[in-house]
């Protein structure tokens, strides 16, 4: 089974002299303190709160954001006590932010079990949500004013995020809004994975925009991606094809379809959404992701990690810059 950095294209030949493999040798071993470390600061006295509050932590998950910022620190003085905090406490609110995403999006499974709230109930996942967030808080706090005002302002994008998804596009454009509600949901907190790693390293301020741009950048890249993931009936995925189609999500491939204006485009999109029956909705899935509006979705992902890439040009030439490199490659490349 691959490891964490190999996942995202941290090995290999690309990173084959000897002081790149030390750097990706010290993220892996970094990744395996975080682990264990989450577990015991997310320990909770009551034993009712401390089972809710573990539960989706030790359904496991891909911990790319705790590996970004653990890479980015690279840029600084390196990997040291408070860099692993900084790496807990952002992977602390990505695990939070889980907890009220499927509450919000009524998911039945997160990472292959029972989702918090199908386990206890919405007011035990939010609630389990809210402590999360509370203890990664606390682990910003003693990392200086600049850290907590991070996670504050990246807590603050999840939540508008959330909400304007809830609330829907209005008036506004739908695919703007929507890639808007990736930014906020999923693009902010990789961009403050990235930054992070800078800012408690030591790393000249001037990398932190560079860092903060190319984390929002392809965290929107990453979402597209799983929009077309969704509709894959490749068993590999561990999904069943068309789970967001299916609880009514619209994603990407969706919305490019209600676009269209001939009548084939209009008539999957009625079926899809008000489809006959089970076998009806099924067929309609499969025909959304043999349409060409998934050609369209992979595109604009594509877009965004240019963007990304394009964002990492002010950094230094060498290991953090290609590990930046081939993380954004692999995000795209999943579906190949």
């Excluded at 002299?17 to 015991?40: G, K, N, Y």
């Excluded at 508008?160 to 999923?186: C, F, I, N, R």
């Amino acid at each position: 089974m691959p490891t964490i950095p190999e996942t995202f294209g941290l090995r290999g030949p690309r990173f084959a002299a000897p002081a790149d493999r030390r750097v990706v040798d010290r993220i892996e071993q970094s990744l395996e303190t975080v682990e264990e470390r989450l577990l015991a600061h997310l320990h909770v006295a009551d034993s009712v709160a401390d089972a809710v509050t573990r539960y989706l932590l030790e359904a496991g998950g891909k911990r790319a954001r705790p590996l970004l910022l653990l890479l980015t620190a690279h840029l600084g003085r390196g990997i040291d006590d408070q860099v692993l905090t900084a790496a807990e406490l952002i992977e602390i609110t990505h695990v939070a932010s889980l907890y009220h995403d499927d509450v919000m999006d009524e998911a039945e499974t997160r990472r292959g079990v029972p989702s918090a709230h199908v386990a206890w109930s919405n007011s035990v996942a939010i609630l389990a949500g809210d402590l999360l967030f509370a203890r990664a808080g606390m682990l910003a706090a003693p990392l200086g004013r600049e850290v907590a005002e991070l996670q504050a302002r990246t807590f603050e994008r999840l939540c508008l995020g959330q909400l304007h998804e809830t609330l829907g596009p209005g008036d506004a454009d739908p695919v703007a809004h929507y890639l808007q509600v990736l930014a906020d949901k999923t693009g902010s907190l990789i961009a403050a994975a990235a930054e992070c790693g800078a800012l408690v390293s030591g790393a000249d301020d001037a990398h932190r925009e560079a860092l903060r741009e190319f984390g929002e950048r392809i965290g929107v890249a990453f979402q597209l991606v799983d929009d077309v993931i969704d509709l894959s009936a490749d068993p590999g995925t561990g999904k069943d094809q068309g789970n967001d189609v299916r609880a009514g999500v619209e994603t990407l491939p969706v919305l490019l379809l209600a676009r269209r204006t001939d009548d084939a485009a209009a008539a999957l999109l009625a079926r899809l959404q008000d489809p006959a029956d089970e076998t009806d909705l099924a067929a309609a899935v499969a025909e959304l992701a043999a349409h060409d509006v998934v050609d369209e979705t992979m595109a604009e992902a594509e877009r965004w990690q240019r963007e990304a890439l394009a964002a990492l040009e002010p950094l230094p030439a060498g290991t953090v810059r290609r590990g930046l490199e081939a993380f954004a490659e692999k995000v795209v490349s999943r579906t190949r």
